[in-house]
């Protein structure tokens, strides 16, 4: 299994609803990371996770909570966000120790706030 | 700083024509990493290809090919005989710190 899987593919969401993205990847890779992309733009890092421990928190809003339960799974929490926040959120993940390898991305979550 | 610059934002071709996207990059490491990614609308960053600061060899892979010249800190990517399912957003990124850097994204729409 070469992918990382994202859930949901699409979702709105309000200003006070609480929701959740997921990632699971089975390629036994030990570092895995949320993007945001805005439209016309590249991506840009909001957090790293490495061996299921958050390493690099890139100043994102508190609003946004990463979750990882386990090496498999990286969740994203989602709460009381503003339209400003709606994007496409992209996981990936990579070998720890061959990262030169290239990271996995997911297809993302188009994210609306409404 | 590391930097990485894509100075085209759109190109469009006709089906069958080459096209070459250009990427400039910027740091002060001696070792490091390029990538070209592809994003198709569907959205995944598709990985393409990864060159490393001590391998200046070009490479080709099928219509795909690669000129990594660090002399220029340049790294371009060039499409032949392009095809319209090669339409997508194409990125380059420079592997720093352990954070992907990536450019703005070239748009590379190929007309029938």
């Known amino acids: 299994d070469t992918e990382v899987t994202q859930t949901p593919k699409h979702l709105v969401m309000g200003m006070t609803n609480k929701k959740s993205l997921k990632c699971e990847q089975h390629?036994?890779?030990?570092?895995m990371y949320w993007y945001k992309q805005k439209a016309k733009k590249p991506p840009e890092l909001m957090f790293v996770?490495?061996?299921?421990?958050?390493?690099i928190n890139e100043s994102v809003p508190s609003r946004f909570s990463p979750e990882c339960p386990n090496s498999s799974l990286l969740n994203l929490h989602l709460h009381a966000l503003q339209p400003e926040d709606s994007a496409l959120y992209l996981c990936?993940?990579?070998?720890?120790?061959?990262?030169?390898?290239?990271?996995?991305f997911g297809s993302g979550t188009r994210l609306t706030v409404v | 700083a590391q930097k990485v610059t894509q100075a085209q934002t759109e190109i469009s071709v006709v089906e069958k024509e080459d096209v070459t996207l250009d990427c400039v990059y910027e740091t002060r490491d001696t070792t490091y990493y390029l990538f070209w990614y592809k994003q198709p609308p569907s959205g995944e960053l598709v990985f393409l290809i990864r060159r490393n600061s001590f391998d200046e060899q070009n490479e080709i892979s099928g219509r795909y090919s690669w000129n990594f010249q660090k002399s220029t800190s340049s790294f371009n990517f060039t499409i032949t005989a392009s095809q319209v399912v090669d339409s997508a957003v194409y990125f380059c990124a420079l592997l720093n710190t352990g954070k992907l850097i990536f450019g703005q994204g070239t748009t590379l729409q190929v007309k029938p």
């Open positions: 390629m036994g890779h030990r570092a």
């Open positions: 990936a993940s990579t070998d720890r120790g061959r990262r030169v390898d290239g990271y996995t």
């Open positions: 996770y490495s061996y299921e421990k958050l390493s």
